[in-house]
């Protein structure tokens, strides 16, 4: 396929036997990388910025100026098939030294590079999805099994899902307790199916899956959603925590349980800054109210806030909050809905993180709940616990003004009126370091002292002095002490992350601390793809090179026994969220064997496919929507402080190479740890000018902070 360029003049076979012509910038880059180990560090597109090419000699030669080049390669599009897969392979192999070598992947020589590039795992198999069920099988663990079954008809938009069905499903109903019936262990299975489908509000009518109601109910079925509430088991420490709340804790409590037994509407607010115990008083009262039989819905406006508390599901896909939310949505909820039913049912409804939820959501339930029980009181009468702290991160309104950030939260609802609300101040996370909880709420308040503009003085013995890039050496050894002795161990990973404002941040310092990190490394290669895009405008570097947040990186680079962090919902109702931080357990090629660490799944072993994951409009500002298959995983060892959020981290690192930039950034950095002794904090540009000490910014909308009561 080599092109060589010729005048009319010229004859054919002097062409042939010139060898200048059977010498292209490809080939002489095979040579290079032959003789020269200089030539072996780079990618071919990198080549042309370290090495010139001699035209008329038709070779390379090392570069000697310092101008800045870039290298690009002709674009390529899929349809001219192996010209294709040699590009790509190009732009992931360095050092090849023949076609033959490129071709040659783990020293086996495939004959085609399309077969080469699927064994580098850069293209994406025919059958994934058959792949990915296989390797899942070989572990037998059914109820993963089952989770896994569903986030790939969720996310992965399998054809033939009965034919799926015929091959996995024997695999996937192993534990259920054996009976005589034949069929009912396959209700079963449909069920459990079906309830998970529900979260995404999706039934298994809606795939080529038999119907429930063509296996006969033989014994009483576990089926619908008020049967799924009330099996929630109450876990006894749980019950335990009543006896230990502290006095603002058990007042809250006490009047709660009162409006319960009293069956009185009320709307509660709890106010407690981070740390205070919500999540300890939430999940008291949610097995004080299931222990009595009643029905106690726990949402929260994260997913990761929501697996906090047993049962727990992000209030959106409890309530069918359609997105986006307006003014005047409702939920799609009707009276003969299963949830419907449901909240016909409930006693008690609580939603965590309503400080972060946008108003219009919260009263987009108000009216269904009134619309519902045909009741013009707050929430139709129900009692609703609402929960949160105005310290931390407010609602996000995509590229909004802060008047419109304010105007988004709960407390500019006519709502508000209705609020009986309590406060918690006492620190319970930081309760054995009280200077230090004290400065949290400082801090949080907006009223630890500014020393010239919004620049906040902080605590020697947290600080590392900045002295260069070294430094962050440091701060990754505070946080991660002998991290080869203790990689394995679970406490200790679990208890200890670095956190930072941006994503790109982030990347660094995972990086850096996976060096440290004991094992072999593995790669997984995004397939890329840009959503209609029939003439190949956009170039596969280009997609790979696209990094935001909410994706998973192209080069994701892992060990196992590394922590990671889900991005996406993927199983909400069994704790697979996006935050849940999860440990590396096993790999195959296709399936990740991860066991989760955050909420009240932890311990349980998950099964990660790969999935098409989009960019959303808000993530990045690129003119088509990038399509990257790859597994919902980033490595965890650093955290966005956003991410961090709702999250103790008893030994924290802080690491800020430019300071905050929004409300209440600082003080859900400083307050996810325990004490002064266990809290490191690194910052680049500390320093003030005739100050001595280490400073950064504190950003607080003190409007926000003075809900009227
Ligand atoms: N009364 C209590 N007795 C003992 N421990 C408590 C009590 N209340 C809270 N804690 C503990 O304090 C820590 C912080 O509590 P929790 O996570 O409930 O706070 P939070 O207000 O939800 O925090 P955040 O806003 O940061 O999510 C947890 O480890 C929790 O177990």
Redesign the pocket.
């Known amino acids: 396929m080599h092109e060589v360029i010729f005048s009319e003049q010229q004859s054919i076979p002097d062409l042939l036997t010139d060898q200048t012509n059977s010498r292209t910038m490809l080939t002489e880059f095979f040579e290079m990388n032959k003789v020269d180990p200089n030539a072996n560090l780079y990618f071919y597109h990198e080549f042309p910025e370290h090495y010139t090419w001699d035209e008329k000699n038709n070779h390379w030669r090392q570069r000697k100026g310092h101008y800045k080049v870039i290298g690009r390669l002709t674009s390529v599009s899929p349809y001219e098939g192996e010209r294709f897969y040699v590009r790509v392979l190009l732009l992931h192999r360095k050092g090849p030294t023949s076609f033959d070598d490129l071709k040659t992947v783990h020293s086996v020589r495939y004959n085609t590079f399309k077969e080469a590039a699927e064994h580098m795992g850069l293209l994406q198999k025919d059958n994934l999805i058959q792949q990915t069920l296989r390797e899942a099988c070989l572990i037998r663990m059914p109820a993963a099994l089952r989770q896994l079954f569903v986030i790939i008809l969720i996310y992965c938009n399998p054809v033939e899902v009965r034919t799926l069905w015929n091959e996995f499903h024997p695999y996937m109903l192993e534990d259920y307790p054996s009976t005589s019936s034949l069929t009912m262990p396959v209700r079963l299975l449909l069920n459990d199916l079906e309830l998970s489908l529900n979260d995404f509000h999706q039934t298994i009518s809606n795939f080529d899956l038999p119907a429930i109601s063509d296996f006969p109910n033989e014994e009483p079925v576990v089926s619908h959603f008020v049967v799924d509430e009330r099996s929630i088991p109450v876990p006894p420490e749980d019950l335990e925590?009543i006896e230990?709340?502290?006095n603002e804790?058990k007042h809250a409590f006490d009047m709660i349980m009162d409006a319960v037994h009293h069956k009185t509407s009320s709307v509660f607010f709890i106010d407690?800054?981070?740390?205070?115990?919500?999540?300890?008083?939430?999940?008291s009262l949610l097995a004080a109210i299931r222990h009595e039989g009643h029905i106690a819905l726990a949402t929260a406006t994260s997913g990761i806030?929501s697996i906090?508390m047993p049962g727990g599901r992000t209030a959106h896909s409890r309530f069918k909050i359609p997105i986006p939310t307006l003014p005047t949505s409702t939920c799609r909820i009707s009276k003969q809905s299963d949830e419907g039913i449901l909240l016909h049912e409930t006693t008690l409804i609580i939603w965590?993180?309503a400080t972060m939820a946008h108003r219009y959501t919260i009263e987009a339930l108000d009216k269904t709940l009134r619309d519902l029980f045909h009741n013009d009181q707050p929430f139709g009468g129900k009692i609703v616990v609402l929960?949160?702290?105005f310290r931390?991160v407010l609602p996000v309104v995509p590229r909004g003004t802060r008047s419109q950030a304010i105007d988004a939260c709960i407390t500019y609802s006519s709502l508000w009126d209705h609020v009986k609300l309590f406060h918690?101040t006492?620190?319970?996370?930081a309760?054995t370091d009280s200077l230090y909880s004290d400065m949290l709420m400082r801090i949080g308040n907006g009223s630890e002292p500014y020393v010239v503009d919004d620049l906040i003085r902080m605590p020697d013995e947290i600080v590392i002095p900045w002295e260069g890039e070294q430094s962050i050496l440091q701060l990754i050894n505070a946080v991660f002490p002998k991290m080869s002795d203790n990689a394995y161990d679970r406490n200790y990973i679990m208890e200890r992350a670095i956190i930072t404002p941006k994503n790109n941040y982030v990347d660094q310092l995972n990086h850096q601390v996976l060096q440290l990190f004991p094992g072999n490394e593995i790669i997984f290669h995004s397939f890329d793809s840009a959503e209609n895009d029939p003439r190949n405008l956009y170039q596969l570097e280009l997609l790979n090179s696209i990094s935001t947040s909410q994706l998973p990186p192209h080069k994701l680079t892992v060990k196992i026994g590394c922590p990671m962090i889900v991005l996406r919902n993927l199983d909400p109702k069994n704790g697979v969220c996006n935050g849940t931080r999860v440990l590396l357990r096993g790999i195959y090629q296709n399936v990740m064997h991860a066991e989760i660490i955050t909420g009240s799944f932890s311990g349980r072993p998950v099964f990660l496919p790969r999935i098409p994951l989009k960019t959303g409009q808000q993530d990045i500002k690129i003119p088509f929507v990038l399509i990257r298959n790859q597994f919902p995983v980033r490595l965890s060892f650093a955290l966005t402080i956003n991410k961090s959020?709702?999250?103790?981290i008893p030994n924290v690192g802080i690491y800020l190479p430019s300071h905050v930039f929004s409300h209440g950034q600082l003080y859900?950095a400083l307050?996810?740890g325990?004490s002064r002794h266990n809290t490191k904090i690194l910052i680049k540009n500390g320093s003030v000018n005739g100050f001595s000490g280490v400073h950064t910014r504190n950003v607080v909308f003190h409007e926000v902070l003075q809900p009227h009561e």
Do not use: C, H, W
């Not at 407690?272 to 999940?283: D, E, I, N, S, V």
């Open positions: 925590a230990k709340l502290n804790q407690g800054p981070a740390g205070t115990g919500k999540t300890f008083l939430y999940r806030a906090m965590d993180e929960g949160g702290d931390q918690l006492q620190n319970m996370r309760r959020q709702g999250q103790t859900v307050s996810r325990i």
